[in-house]
């Protein structure tokens, strides 16, 4: 009985079993450590890569830019296993991405699922811009979500709301939500500070 309650400790302090405020914790411990320049580079080791062969769970879902200056695992100062990443020019989600989100909360058990939009969005700043010739299908889920917007930040941030708006409305999200298991909320990250702003 002891050893089974110690083997449930080791998993809760293995990130398992998370709630949402824990898992959002050890993102934004994470970030400080990030912006602090103070980087544990935590489970990228050779027995981390073993523990995880074969069963990933991931504390968190990321939904983010496909920006080559915002990579989750390394302004959370995660590593293998931690997170579960959805990314695409300007954090949309569309049905594919959907798909991806979900099946990170209902089989792995992601209990918070972060939209982290960032400073110069390539692909908000295009459609602020209109130049969107390149990009239509990205375009055509950001525009509604930034109308009224009368700065690049400001769209960003708009598209962010807009798209946890729209995942806390999905059936599978919703249910895990409505049961506090699963929290889904909106970020900013800042490319000069690295700082991740929660909206
Ligand atoms: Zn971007």
Same mark, same amino acid.
């Given at each position: 009985?002891?050893?089974?309650?110690?083997?449930?400790?080791? @998993?809760? &302090?293995?990130?398992?079993?998370?709630?949402?405020? =824990? *898992?959002?914790?050890?993102?934004?411990?994470?970030? #400080?450590?990030?912006?602090?320049?103070?980087?544990?580079?935590?489970?990228?080791?050779?027995?981390?890569?073993?523990?995880?062969?074969?069963?990933?769970?991931?504390?968190?879902?990321?939904?983010?830019?496909?920006?080559?200056?915002?990579?989750?695992?390394?302004?959370?100062?995660?590593?293998?296993?931690?997170?579960?990443?959805?990314?695409?020019?300007?954090?949309?989600?569309?049905?594919?991405?959907?798909?991806?989100?979900?099946?990170?909360?209902?089989? @792995?058990? &992601?209990?918070?699922?972060?939209?982290?939009?960032? =400073? *110069?969005?390539?692909?908000?700043?295009?459609?602020? #811009?209109?130049?969107?010739?390149?990009?239509?299908?990205?375009?055509?889920?950001?525009?509604?979500?930034?109308?009224?917007?009368?700065?690049?930040?400001?769209?960003?941030?708009?598209?962010?709301?807009?798209?946890?708006?729209?995942?806390?409305?999905?059936?599978?999200?919703?249910?895990?939500?409505?049961?506090?298991?699963?929290?889904?909320?909106?970020?900013?990250?800042?490319?000069?500070?690295?700082?991740?702003?929660?909206?």
């Amino acid at each position: 009985m002891r050893y089974k309650l110690i083997v449930f400790l080791a @998993l809760l &302090s293995n990130g398992i079993c998370n709630t949402p405020p =824990e *898992s959002l914790k050890l993102l934004l411990e994470g970030n #400080e450590r990030y912006v602090g320049d103070k980087l544990l580079h935590p489970n990228r080791s050779l027995e981390r890569r073993e523990e995880i062969a074969s069963k990933q769970k991931p504390f968190a879902t990321i939904v983010g830019c496909s920006d080559s200056r915002v990579a989750p695992e390394i302004i959370f100062d995660q590593g293998l296993g931690d997170l579960f990443v959805v990314r695409v020019a300007g954090n949309v989600v569309g049905p594919v991405e959907l798909d991806s989100i979900e099946y990170s909360v209902k089989y @792995l058990g &992601s209990s918070l699922v972060l939209v982290l939009g960032h =400073e *110069s969005c390539g692909a908000i700043t295009a459609v602020m #811009e209109g130049e969107t010739a390149d990009i239509e299908d990205v375009a055509d889920l950001i525009k509604p979500a930034i109308k009224g917007a009368k700065t690049v930040e400001e769209a960003i941030k708009a598209n962010v709301r807009a798209v946890v708006a729209g995942l806390k409305k999905t059936s599978i999200l919703k249910g895990f939500i409505s049961k506090k298991k699963v929290e889904c909320i909106g970020a900013y990250y800042n490319l000069d500070t690295g700082h991740v702003e929660i909206l």
